[in-house]
């Protein structure tokens, strides 16, 4: 039996297995961080707990990415590109008007949707 063959042989299944264990790790890290990110669409937690601070925002005619960052500078949100998924998965899709809001820190992304994107009224029939 040939040493080298048997060293080669070896060092080749060392590195084989180190490789399977750094993707497995890889994989398992990317997992975790998509399912907090993704619980997080659902149930992000305001910035601040209690009172809050009210902050007065003006929000002209503007995409959801554009008022999600405006809110993230304002400290009103931590995260604008989930702002902008949440409003895509809600009722309010496309619904944000222009005009001058009071919010606050305690508000969850959701509750803000609810002030700026107010529901049209509905006229019923008589």
């Known amino acids: 039996m040939n040493w080298k063959y048997l060293a080669g ?3 080749q299944v060392i590195v084989k ?3 399977l264990v750094f993707i497995i790790m890889y994989i398992f890290r990317i997992s975790a961080a998509a399912y ?3 619980y997080r669409v659902f149930a992000e937690p305001p910035v601040s707990t209690g009172e809050g601070r009210t902050i007065s925002v003006y929000i002209e005619k ?3 990415k554009d008022v999600g960052e405006m809110l993230q500078q304002k400290g009103l949100i931590r995260d604008a ?3 902008r998924i949440q409003e ?3 009722e309010h899709r ?3 008007q222009p005009g001058i809001y009071d919010l606050n820190t305690s508000m969850t992304a959701q509750e803000m949707l ?3 994107a107010p529901e049209a009224e509905e006229e019923s029939e008589d």
């Open 17 to 19: 297995v180190v490789a």
């Open 9 to 11: 042989g070896t060092v």
């Open 94 to 96: 496309g619904k944000i």
């Open 62 to 64: 503007q995409s959801a």
């Open 36 to 38: 907090d990110y993704g």
């Open 88 to 90: 895509l998965l809600s």
């Open 114 to 116: 609810t002030v700026i």
């Open 81 to 83: 590109n989930l702002f």
